[in-house]
């Protein structure tokens, strides 16, 4: 748990509004609103089956989901493209000169 960022202002969906205005015209600006939709979609279905999910903010929820999606690599079983959650291997190459 160390390991993990402190801050997650590094991640285009919590760009403040004065950052995301750097980036007006741009189709990157489009994909982290739909980003920030679909993860509140995702938020809401999750409180709706499990009430009692609510009592984590809309926030945390988005904070821990960029945790684990930043962790997870594209790999191949047996010739199936799949997600694979790789706790070490996203430490790798974090020093320079690796």
């Known amino acids: 748990m160390d ?8 991640f285009p969906i ?5 950052e995301k205005a750097f980036l007006k015209g741009s189709p990157f600006l489009n994909q982290i609103n739909e980003k920030l939709e679909d993860i509140k979609i995702d938020y809401d279905l999750i409180c709706k089956e499990v009430p009692s999910f609510s009592q984590f903010p809309l926030q945390e ?7 684990v999606a ?7 079983v047996d010739g199936v493209k799949t997600d694979g959650f790789v706790p070490y291997a996203d430490m790798l ?4 000169p690796r």
Do not use: A, C, Q, W
Request: charged residues 30%.
């Open 70 to 76: 930043s962790r997870i690599f594209g790999i191949t």
């Open 3 to 10: 390991i993990l960022p402190k801050s997650l202002r590094d």
């Open 61 to 67: 929820y988005s904070e821990v989901r960029m945790m």
């Open 93 to 96: 190459n974090h020093r320079r």
């Open 14 to 18: 919590f760009f403040t509004d004065e």
